[in-house]
Structures are given as structure tokens and as C-alpha cells.
């Protein structure tokens, strides 16, 4: 069934813990009579809940407990406790609006539906209150909230597409491998390790690029001394470094002083495509 603001309020405020002993007695007495009623006081609590979970417990000052202790002992005994009467819905009787008073008197006591709008309303921004500095926490101190209330990081794991790489072996007349050159064209570098001996004493090892898109061969920069040289090859395109054919010359150390070889290439060879570059990328993981 649909209830109106009234009945709705009201489960709010028992919730809350704002109703009057009267006023809890006929929730209490609604929500055992009717299963939706108290589905819609659940409802509630599992709202207010959340906001609950944000605050932290407070420990009252000393002052605070002193003053309570003086009330409590203030109570007389025999004031005795008196339990509200338990009435059933139907005999509940809606309460009146007291007419103006006959001395002049213009004030008016608000009804209860009045009363229980303008409670509505508070709840409404204090829920509001609630969920802007539960967005504000979680966005700067997510340390502060519970740990099943604080944001969850999401990570995507994205394949990239796999670039296409290139290996030449270079040797003398079919000899054992001097150097093995690989050439990444996603990253466009390439690599240089030494397989064969080192360069002479006072001599260094110098990569050329040999083309007929190029007047003469194009220096790649001096091996290092170390096993693994690698260097960039972003100078040129992909098409000229797939066809070219690499060369190794000794030139003095450091390198040939004029840009061009000194001696004839004593180690060669060409690129063959050892993994293929990927067509399409492959879809994202999420």
C-alpha cells in the first residue's frame, strides 16, 4: 500500500528517535499490524545507518557526566514511570487546532501535520548535510570512513598493440654470428648485442645503415665496449630501415672522425621480421 507524507515522517522519526512515547507506541503498534509499514521503517534504518557509520564516537566530557549525575540523583523516588496506553489505528483520534484564546491572545499551536512537515523538511537537509560531507570525505580523506564505505579503486588493464620487431644477424661469409642486431619499430630503437670478440685495442666497433635511398651508408653511432648497445632509430622511416642492409666497420676509437667508414665492412647482414606487428588492438580489459 502507499502511504502519505504523514506515515512516512513518521517512520523517519522513529528512526531518529524523535516521536513521543505516545507517538512510538502507535508506530510500534503499526508496524506489527502491517508488514509494508514496518518494510518502510527498515528502509529508513538501513539509511540512517550509513550516515550513523560516518560519525565517530565521542566521549563526554567530565564536566558533561557531572551534571548528569547531579540531575539523576535531583529525580525524587517516588516519581514513578508511567508506560502510554497502547492503542490500536483505528482508535487513534487526530489531534485539534486550538481555536484563538478568548483574552486576545493571536497564538495558534501548529497541527501535527504541520509539525511533522517541518520535521521532514529537517531530515531531508540534514540528509543532505550528510551525503555532501560523506562525497567530501571520500573524496580527500577516504582514510576517516569505514573501510567497506571508502571508494573503491577501479584498474583497467589495457593491452597495447604489439609493434612489429626486426633481427639481422651480422657475420663474415656466412662465419659465426659477430653481432645480433634487433629492432623494435613501436619503440624505434635498436639493440646490439656482441656476440663475437671484442674490438682491438684502441679501435671501436661502428654501426652503419647501407641503402640506396642514401648516398653513402649512414652511421648508426659506435658499439659500446659493453654486451648490449642501444640506440634510437626514430631519424628514419620504417620502410628504409626494413629494406637497408647493416654493416660493422673498425674505425678509430670513438668513431670515424669524418662521418663516412675508413675500412670496408668486416660484419653484415639484413633484417628479418621475427614477430609480426598485431592487425587490430586487442579490446580493453576493464
Same mark, same amino acid.
Given at each position: 500500500? !502507499? ?5 512516512? $515522517?513518521?517512520? =523517519?522519526?522513529?528512526?531518529? *528517535? ?5 507517538? @512510538? =507506541? ?22 540512517? %545507518? ?31 514511570? @508511567? ?29 501535527? /501535520?504541520? @509539525?511533522?512537515? #517541518? ?28 573501510? @567497506?564505505? #571508502? ?31 634487433? &629492432?623494435?619499430? *613501436? =619503440?624505434?630503437?635498436?639493440?646490439? #648485442? /656482441? ?5 682491438? $685495442?684502441?679501435? !671501436? ?18 658499439? %659500446? ?9 626514430? +631519424? ?8 637497408? &642492409?647493416? +654493416? ?5 676509437? %670513438?668513431?670515424?672522425?669524418? *662521418?663516412?667508414?675508413?675500412? =670496408? ?6 633484417? &628479418?621480421?621475427?614477430?609480426?606487428? +598485431? ?8
Amino acid at each position: 500500500m !502507499s502511504y502519505d507524507e504523514d506515515h512516512i $515522517a513518521m517512520a =523517519a522519526e522513529y528512526v531518529l *528517535g524523535t516521536l513521543d512515547g505516545e507517538e @512510538r =507506541a502507535q508506530v510500534e503498534t503499526m508496524m506489527s499490524a502491517d508488514p509494508e509499514f514496518k518494510l518502510l521503517v527498515e528502509q529508513w534504518e538501513r539509511r540512517l %545507518g550509513e550516515l550513523h557509520a560516518m560519525v565517530g564516537a565521542v566521549e563526554p566530557a567530565d564536566e558533561v557526566w557531572r551534571k548528569i549525575r547531579t540531575a539523576v540523583t535531583a529525580i525524587k523516588p517516588e516519581a514513578a514511570m @508511567r508506560l502510554p496506553e497502547v492503542t490500536s489505528v483505528s482508535a487513534a483520534v487526530p489531534p485539534s487546532v486550538n481555536e484563538n484564546t478568548p483574552d486576545g491572545g493571536n497564538v495558534v499551536p501548529l497541527s501535527d /501535520r504541520t @509539525r511533522r512537515w #517541518r520535521s521532514l523538511a529537517q531530515l531531508t537537509t540534514a540528509l543532505a548535510a550528510g551525503l555532501a560531507a560523506f562525497i567530501a570525505v571520500q573524496a580527500y580523506r577516504p582514510d576517516l570512513l569505514p573501510e @567497506r564505505l #571508502r571508494p573503491q579503486g577501479k584498474t583497467e588493464f589495457v593491452q597495447a598493440p604489439q609493434a612489429a620487431q626486426f633481427v639481422a644477424v651480422l657475420q663474415r661469409d656466412g662465419g659465426p654470428p659477430a653481432f645480433i642486431m634487433t &629492432i623494435d619499430t *613501436g =619503440a624505434k630503437e635498436f639493440t646490439v #648485442r /656482441r656476440a663475437g670478440p671484442e674490438a682491438p $685495442a684502441g679501435r !671501436s666497433y661502428e654501426l652503419w645503415m647501407v641503402s640506396d635511398r642514401f648516398a653513402q651508408p649512414r652511421s648508426l653511432g659506435v658499439i %659500446g665496449p659493453t654486451d648490449f648497445t642501444t640506440k634510437p632509430v626514430s +631519424a628514419f622511416d620504417k620502410d628504409t630501415i626494413h629494406a637497408a &642492409i647493416y +654493416a660493422v666497420t673498425v674505425e678509430p676509437e %670513438g668513431g670515424s672522425p669524418s *662521418g663516412a667508414p675508413t675500412s =670496408a665492412p668486416i660484419y653484415a647482414g639484413k633484417l &628479418i621480421e621475427t614477430v609480426p606487428a +598485431a592487425s587490430t588492438p586487442p579490446p580493453a580489459k576493464r
